[in-house]
């Protein structure tokens, strides 16, 4: 993939030269596995053909300058006052600046040398749409200053750094999915990752299908707030039913009998959180497994189940969502739909049979236009290779 034209303009208008490196990080959907990366859970994302690009130079100073080509905004931060969360002028950071100075605050804990940045960055992964937007922007900070500052660590520990950031200076208590795909993404390929182990493989994506993206138009809604406290009330089951099952740490330890046996140890607001998480596990392995032996249609299925239960049991989907997976179910050729990322708004991934793809994009559009009236932007999407450096050429 090559850089967008404009973004080397804008660095040159900026900076009146050309950068040192142009750093490119993927947005991603994922197919299944949703809400469970911070219970331990399996995963199965896959990185797509939207990306955050990053043109960057090394600066003289510790000051980091960043122009935001697609809000018109600039900012300047210093390595130096990164805990204050300042720009030089000691206004507060605006919320979208707090991704590259936590990356720069993640970075330095870690030891690792930064130098001040010029940068200018665009990014055509929608904001607040379940794509994994902020994760992009992290990934690509971390991969210019690894480049700039001239060291390197393995990609996933760069992810973890990327998330640190995310959960102690944001303050979103994200798992690790969208860092972990963003950098390790496989061209064609979704991932298969265990998010305890670290234990990962790609699995190819059959040809016969596509992956076919809906934004509701709809952006994230209680974005933090929400996901903050399913995160916490995953934890609390958990921590519960390790009363009763010791080797329980996570709710991924737990399986779909030992919750039927166990849900009088948890409140009733806690069981269905549970349960959607122990059945999504459950899934997501199944999932793999008819994947890797090319069962789109058993595979579309246990997503259609997917956005049941993260909309009946885990409340995460919206009036928007559910339209869509349902219009999407009516469509000839459409093997599974389901809610993608966090939810609260943003987009739902669907499995398509290739041939069927650009018909159903068509049909999504004017039937959700029709029954919500809304406009969705609905689009054929591509596994692309995960983050690195991209040759700067005019
Ligand atoms: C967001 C988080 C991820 C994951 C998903 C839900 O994208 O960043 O870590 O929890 O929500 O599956």
């Known amino acids: 993939m090559s850089a967008p034209p404009n973004l080397l303009q804008a660095f040159e208008r900026e900076f009146g030269h050309l950068p040192r490196l142009i750093a490119r990080a993927p947005g991603r959907v994922n197919l299944l596995g949703e809400h469970v990366d911070y219970s331990d859970g399996w995963v199965l994302p896959v990185a797509i053909d939207r990306c955050a690009w990053l043109a960057a130079s090394p600066s003289q100073s510790t000051e980091v300058s960043i122009h935001a080509l697609d809000l018109g905004e600039s900012i300047a931060f210093d390595l130096k006052g990164l805990e204050d969360k300042l720009d030089l002028a000691g206004e507060d950071l605006p919320a979208w600046a707090l991704y590259p100075a936590g990356v720069a605050w993640a970075l330095r804990h870690a030891g690792h040398a930064l130098t001040g940045m010029q940068c200018v960055l665009t990014s055509d992964v929608p904001i607040g749409s379940g794509l994994s937007s902020s994760a992009a922007i992290e990934v690509a900070f971390a991969t210019a200053w690894q480049a700039l500052a001239d060291w390197q660590v393995p990609p996933m520990a760069l992810a973890q750094l990327c998330q640190h950031a995310e959960n102690d200076y944001v303050g979103v208590q994200c798992g690790l999915m969208d860092q972990f795909c963003s950098l390790h993404g496989i061209r064609d390929h979704a991932l298969c990752f265990d998010t305890r182990t670290h234990e990962w493989e790609c699995v190819p994506l059959p040809a016969e299908v596509s992956l076919v993206i809906a934004d509701s138009g709809v952006r994230r809604r ?78 579309g299925k246990l997503m259609f189940e997917g956005h049941a239960s993260l909309r009946d049991l885990y409340e995460v989907s919206s009036p928007e969502l559910d339209a869509l997976v349902e219009i999407a179910s009516g469509i000839p050729g459409c093997l599974g739909a389901r809610l993608t990322g966090a939810g609260f708004g943003g987009c739902t991934i669907n499995l398509v049979e290739a041939a069927e793809a650009s018909a159903f994009v068509d049909r999504l559009a004017a039937e959700y236009q029709r029954k919500m009236d809304r406009e969705a932007m609905v689009w054929i999407s591509r596994a692309v290779d995960g983050a690195g450096l991209v040759p700067v050429s005019r």
């Open 222 to 299: 209680l974005g933090g707030s929400a996901y903050n406290q399913r995160r916490a009330a995953c934890e609390q089951a958990a921590r519960l039913l390790s009363e009763r099952l010791p080797n329980v740490r996570a709710l991924r330890d737990v399986t779909p009998s030992e919750l039927q046996e166990h849900e009088q140890a948890l409140p009733p607001s806690l069981r269905p959180i549970a349960e959607h998480v122990v059945s999504e596990c459950k899934r997501v392995r199944l999932g793999a497994e008819v994947l890797k032996a090319g069962d789109a249609a058993s595979f």
